[in-house]
T-cell receptor, first 110, second 111 residues
């Protein structure tokens, strides 16, 4: 069966610091991978998605970036965090008919 | 641009009562998803509706899809406290497997 991991689970970072969140998937090959952000009390916003290694599509202009160095690894990064980057970051992988979500990383930028 | 609207956004109901959550979307799509999110947790897949007229049921929850009306409903029967959560619908943007989510309906079931 497929499993999706995210780490860290919780992160507190100062404004202006860098960020790296990692997502890995087990039990599937060549999945579509997604990064979403959920601000407090809000819905989900798609940030990036990837259909293969090195292929990244950005949905929302911002100071975040994503990379997919391996088939089942998806990384979300920032060089300098903003207060507005705080939120719950969810990684998901997709099959043809469904998306499955990881446990999430709660990021607080102070 | 695909827009997905859920209503109500907040729903407080008593145990044993029935209610329906609505999900409207703005452009043609034949794939609709319902997810549940408990506080501080990730999203759990509830239903995947893939065609017009699709109806799926799990326990006290039943979801349906009317692609002509661009409407999906999530019906709750005889609510229990354990159903308290936020429910999201999401619509596929047309073969790209990118989902657009509604803002969610926060359901509170009171004893």
């Amino acid at each position: 069966s497929q499993t999706i991991h995210q780490w860290p689970a919780t992160l507190v970072q100062p404004v202006g610091s860098p960020l790296s969140l990692e997502c890995t998937v087990e039990g599937t090959s060549n999945p579509n991978l997604y990064w979403y952000r959920q601000a407090a009390g809000r819905g989900l916003q798609l940030l990036f998605y990837s259909v293969g290694i090195g292929q990244i599509s950005s949905e929302v202009p911002q100071n975040l970036s994503a990379s997919r160095p391996q088939d089942r690894q998806f990384i979300l990064s920032s060089k300098k965090l903003l207060l507005s980057d705080s939120g719950f970051y969810l990684c998901a992988w997709g099959s043809r008919h469904e998306q499955f979500f990881g446990p999430g990383t709660r990021l607080t930028v102070l | 641009e695909l827009k997905v609207e859920q209503n109500p956004l907040f729903l407080s109901m008593q145990e044993g009562k029935n209610y329906t959550i609505y999900c409207n979307y703005s452009t043609t799509s034949d794939r609709l998803y319902w997810y549940r999110q408990d506080p501080g947790k990730s999203l759990e897949s509830l239903f995947v509706l893939l065609s017009n007229g699709a109806v799926k049921q799990e326990g006290r929850l039943m979801a349906s899809l009317d692609t002509k009306a661009r409407l999906s409903t999530l019906h709750i029967t005889a609510a229990v406290h354990d159903l308290s959560a936020t429910y999201f619908c999401a619509v596929d943007t047309g073969g790209s497997e990118k989902l657009v989510f509604g803002k969610g309906t926060k359901l509170t079931v009171n004893p």
